[in-house]
């Protein structure tokens, strides 16, 4: 029995956050503050929710942090999407050798 309230539980914490912006926010926003923020929340979810796995991957820090260098030196130069995951692999992979 006591799944149910959890799954119910679930369902109304997980509706009130896709709600309460709908329903608190009805006009445009003109804070440039509240703008900015909501602008930069889907990258900060997603780097919060990849980096800890980036880390933990290889199961050595090391070569991930090697991996994870290579990548964001790459993408800051703006490099397709399948190169710096490549590069990123094989510096990992590489680093792994010598360890």
Do not use: C, D, E
Request: proline fraction near 4%; hydrophobic fraction near 65%; avoid cysteine.
């Amino acid at each position: 029995m006591s799944i149910w309230i959890y799954i119910l539980v679930m369902a109304v914490v997980t509706y009130l956050i896709r709600m309460l912006p709908f329903t608190l926010i009805r006009g445009q926003v003109k804070s440039r503050f509240l703008k900015s923020l909501l602008y930069y929340i889907p990258y900060a979810v997603l780097a919060a929710m990849t980096f800890p796995s980036i880390m933990y991957s290889t199961g050595n820090t090391v070569t991930a942090a090697a991996g994870t260098v290579v990548a964001l030196l790459l993408a800051y130069f703006r490099m397709p999407l399948i190169v710096v995951a490549l590069a990123a692999a094989a510096a990992a992979f590489v680093t792994g050798l010598f360890l």
